[in-house]
T-cell receptor, first 110, second 116 residues
Framework: QKEVEQNSGPLSVPEGAIASLNCTYS??????FFWYRQYSGKSPELIMS????GDKEDGRFTAQLNKASQYVSLLIRDSQPSDSATYLC??????????FGTGTRLKVLA | KAGVTQTPRYLIKTRGQQVTLSCSPI?????VSWYQQTPGQGLQFLFE???????NKGNFPGRFSGRQFSNSRSEMNVSTLELGDSALYLC???????????????FGEGSRLTVL
């Protein structure tokens, strides 16, 4: 089992819809969770971090964490074509390093 | 504030050669971590340096090594290159040690290595 798992996609959503990206992790003592966005040919950039159970909202983005289910998700409301990118889930595990999922490719259709 | 700078951006080597990549972190950041990104494996952690000391290491062979200088600039070296080492190598700087768990990673543009 991979330490951090994501569906590779592509996830296609129409413009204006909600995009839902999911991530599961295996290390129960993981304490910090991050979503990075990576445009094609570019480096990853942080869009959200979450440390405790529940929801965290920042503009059109909402991160959701459920430690009991070892599940973290990212919702993008009012999706725009400019949101088309690969979204990487990263987990700071009990071994104190960041483990990244392989990413979910999101396509927002105009 | 200048971002993370990686050099060279592109390089082509042949099997058996070695390569050195450089990373200059954001001013004031003491943590530099290195990652290998390939289409099949995604971003994989190589190692982290903080205050000139290697703090953590991923599951890579000893051919992959690194160091950090007193100004926080870091280099990674890959010896005896193999075809499978072809990848995008990213470095990331952070204001805190990765073990703190709260630091944001700021990535450089990467060094794309092709091994022929």
């Amino acid at each position: 089992q991979k330490e951090v798992e994501q569906n590779s996609g592509p996830l296609s959503v129409p413009e204006g819809a909600i995009a839902s990206l999911n991530c599961t992790y295996s290390d129960r003592v993981s304490q910090s969770f991050f979503w990075y966005r990576q445009y094609s040919g570019k480096s990853p950039e942080l869009i959200m971090s979450i440390y405790s159970n529940g929801d965290k909202e920042d503009g059109r983005f909402t991160a959701q964490l459920n430690k009991a289910s070892q599940y973290v998700s990212l919702l993008i409301r009012d999706s725009q074509p400019s949101d088309s990118a690969t979204y990487l889930c990263a987990v700071n595990t009990g071994t104190y390093k960041y483990i990244f999922g392989t990413g979910t490719r999101l396509k927002v259709l105009a | 504030k200048a971002g993370v700078t990686q050099t060279p951006r592109y390089l082509i080597k042949t099997r058996g050669q070695q390569v050195t990549l450089s990373c200059s972190p954001i001013s004031g950041h003491r943590s530099v971590s290195w990652y290998q990104q390939t289409p099949g494996q995604g971003l994989q952690f190589l190692f982290e340096y903080f205050s000139e000391t290697q703090r953590n290491k991923g599951n890579f062979p000893g051919r992959f090594s690194g160091r950090q200088f007193s100004n926080s600039r870091s280099e990674m070296n890959v010896s005896t290159l193999e075809l499978g080492d072809s990848a995008l190598y990213l470095c990331a700087s952070s204001s805190t040690l990765l073990a703190a768990g709260t630091g944001e990673l700021f990535f450089g543009e990467g060094s794309r290595l092709t091994v022929l």
